[in-house]
């Protein structure tokens, strides 16, 4: 009897098995990018709504008070609040406003209120300041009724306070 060989090509089994390894890589890398920004996503929205509420309280909270000190002007002011005997003041409010559209103004309010997010503060019914009616306080250009339409995200705080000796909705709107 004759011997037979058998002559095995391993080069098509190498190309087949690298082939494979490629694969799986790229397979693993995108499962991987895919799973990291799938946990990552909702989280960074969650974060950024928590911040948002948490300064919108601290806002709030500064705002509906007398301030530090309790005479406060743009020049020494810790802690800027509008009320003085539980009530809005209007020189106060005044100060405030003023101070939010003077050049530069706005952005030292929120060093004030240590935030970086805007903010829109308002009341039910519009405020007067120097016998003129205004819509409310912030961001300037900024109105009660386009603030949602310059956020991705907004928060909106509601507290009840006195304004002209009657009880008055306030509200202020956060966003970043």
């Known amino acids: 009897m004759g011997k037979l060989y058998l002559i095995h090509n391993n080069k098509?089994?190498?190309?087949?098995?690298?082939?494979?390894m490629v694969a799986v890589t790229i397979f693993t890398f995108a499962l991987l990018s895919f799973y990291l920004y799938s946990l990552n996503t909702p989280a960074g929205i969650e974060e950024t709504i928590e911040s948002l509420s948490y300064d919108g309280r601290g806002i709030t909270n500064n705002l509906l008070s007398e301030g530090s000190p309790e005479n406060w002007d743009e020049n020494n002011v810790l802690e800027i609040g509008i009320l003085r005997d539980g009530?809005?003041?209007?020189?106060?409010?005044?100060?405030?406003?003023?101070?939010?559209?003077?050049?530069?103004?706005?952005?030292?309010?929120?060093?004030?209120f240590n935030t970086n997010f805007d903010y829109y503060f308002f009341l039910d019914e519009n405020m007067t300041i120097n016998s003129v009616e205004i819509d409310g306080v912030g961001k300037p250009g900024?109105?009660?009724?386009?603030?949602?339409?310059?956020?991705?995200?907004?928060?909106?705080?509601?507290?009840?306070?006195?304004?002209?000796n009657k009880p008055m909705g306030a509200k202020l709107y956060i966003w970043g």
């Open 12 to 20: 098509n089994g190498q190309a087949w098995g690298m082939d494979l």
């Open 87 to 112: 009530k809005i003041n209007d020189t106060k409010l005044e100060n405030f406003y003023n101070w939010v559209n003077s050049p530069g103004g706005y952005d030292e309010t929120k060093r004030v």
């Open 142 to 164: 900024v109105t009660r009724d386009n603030a949602m339409n310059n956020a991705a995200n907004l928060i909106k705080i509601s507290r009840v306070t006195v304004y002209q």
